[in-house]
């Protein structure tokens, strides 16, 4: 059965979500097979460590090698009191943070969350988090199942597409242009 009533079935999926953080037993490291024609992948899961009274943020690759279309319609974490996906995009040379409610995942497609970029935006933790702990975020489908997949908390996290790293553990956010920083996406 399809559910044609969007607004029902966004319901629907955070009930399911404050559910599975629960009982859930479903747990993805980074690659899942799915059996019938396709494979979905969540490559290098990872959380930055929270700064105390901030959000943090999320990166992974995504790759779908499904023919059909599909779309993330909620994401959740028990370790946080919510989680937003976020893109950076420019306007009028301005770099800001737009939330995304949903995303749209094109058949045969890979999609980056990473600094500068899409991301997770993940607020209130609800324990002291460290460098080393494992988070478990609930990815919510349009047309799938929803799936667990397991993020590792990090210090540093890798600028896409470098060798580099961005400490953030030792940066003051509060007083920061992020708009101005290089976040992987530009040249200095």
């Known amino acids: 059965m399809k559910f044609t009533f969007q607004p029902l079935r966004s319901a629907l ?14 747990d993805v490291k980074a690659k899942v097979d799915i059996a019938e024609g396709g ?5 290098e899961p990872v959380i930055r460590t929270p700064i105390a009274g901030r959000p943090t943020a999320g990166y992974f690759g995504y790759e779908r090698s499904y023919n059909t279309t ?23 040379g301005m770099k800001k943070m ?10 045969k497609s890979s999609i980056q969350f ?15 988090l460290k460098g080393g702990d494992q988070i478990k975020v ?19 996290v890798p600028i896409t597409g470098t060798d580099e790293t961005m400490d953030h553990s030792k940066m003051d956010h509060g007083s920061m242009d ?10 200095p």
Request: net charge negative.
């Open 98 to 107: 737009v939330k995304l409610d949903t995303l749209d995942l094109p058949a």
């Open 70 to 92: 599909d779309r993330i319609i909620a994401v959740a974490s028990p370790a946080f009191k919510r989680v937003e996906m976020h893109d950076s995009v420019t306007e009028g």
């Open 39 to 43: 494979r979905i992948a969540f490559v």
């Open 13 to 26: 999926a955070v009930g399911f979500v404050a559910t599975a953080s629960l009982v859930s037993g479903c």
């Open 114 to 128: 990473a600094p500068g970029g899409k991301h997770l935006m993940l607020f209130e933790p609800t324990k002291e």
């Open 138 to 156: 609930t990815f919510v489908f349009a047309e799938q199942n929803p799936m667990v997949i397991t993020f590792n908390v990090r210090d540093v």
């Open 178 to 187: 992020h708009g101005a920083m290089n976040h992987g996406d530009k040249k």
